[in-house]
């Protein structure tokens, strides 16, 4: 079984000429790297923060373990950082992490079959579904009140309102 990892922030770019990297945080509160400061790349090799501190614009400024000079530190540039889904504190009722959202069936309201959760993303206006309706043909839905009737994560569903999906 593979490991399921949540991306909680990106390397944004290097900080100074001593190996420091700015990361840009996609918890609710960059606070959250000064506490977990073992992560991981997307391959699922280990990284290490020494010495985080989240900066006025809510951004975290940290070293990594090894990295001692500005080129070093570029080789991480973009690189998505994770932790371990189980590491997670539980979510509260209608909460949940966006991986724990991908591969969920969609249904509509009469509990026909649409198509499968193949990402969330979110532009800052708010989360959409990506959902793969059939081998060529993609839709997306608001993830809000309006168009989502109900998450089932132990019948792995999602219920919507048709009326708003977008094709």
């Keep these: 079984m593979t490991l399921k990892k949540v991306c909680v922030g990106v390397i944004t770019k290097p900080f100074g000429v001593r190996g420091q990297v700015k990361i840009?945080?996609?918890?609710?509160?960059?606070?959250?790297f000064?506490?977990?400061?073992?992560?991981?790349?997307?391959?699922g090799s280990e990284l290490c923060l020494?010495?985080?501190?989240?900066?006025?614009?809510?951004?975290?400024?940290?070293?990594?373990?090894?990295?001692?000079d500005r080129t070093?530190?570029?080789?991480?540039?973009?690189?998505?950082?994770?932790v371990a889904r189980d590491e997670l504190q539980e979510t509260g009722e209608d909460e949940y992490y966006y991986?724990?959202?991908?591969?969920?069936?969609?249904?509509?309201?009469?509990d026909r079959p649409l198509g499968v959760v193949?990402?969330?993303?979110?532009?800052?206006a708010?989360?959409?579904?990506?959902?793969e309706l059939s081998e060529r043909k993609v839709g997306t839905v608001p993830f809000n009140k309006n168009s989502i009737r109900s998450v089932d994560l132990q019948s792995r569903?999602?219920?919507?309102?048709?009326?708003?999906?977008?094709?």
């Design 24 to 32: 840009h945080s996609y918890t609710s509160s960059p606070g959250f």
């Design 34 to 43: 000064v506490a977990h400061t073992n992560l991981l790349l997307g391959d």
């Design 50 to 68: 020494q010495k985080p501190k989240v900066d006025g614009a809510d951004e975290v400024i940290a070293w990594i373990e090894g990295v001692h």
């Design 72 to 82: 070093d530190a570029e080789r991480f540039r973009l690189c998505e950082l994770y």
């Design 99 to 110: 991986t724990d959202l991908l591969g969920l069936n969609l249904v509509d309201e009469d």
């Design 118 to 124: 193949d990402a969330v993303r979110d532009y800052g």
């Design 126 to 131: 708010g989360a959409f579904l990506e959902v």
């Design 157 to 167: 569903t999602i219920a919507i309102n048709r009326d708003f999906l977008l094709i």
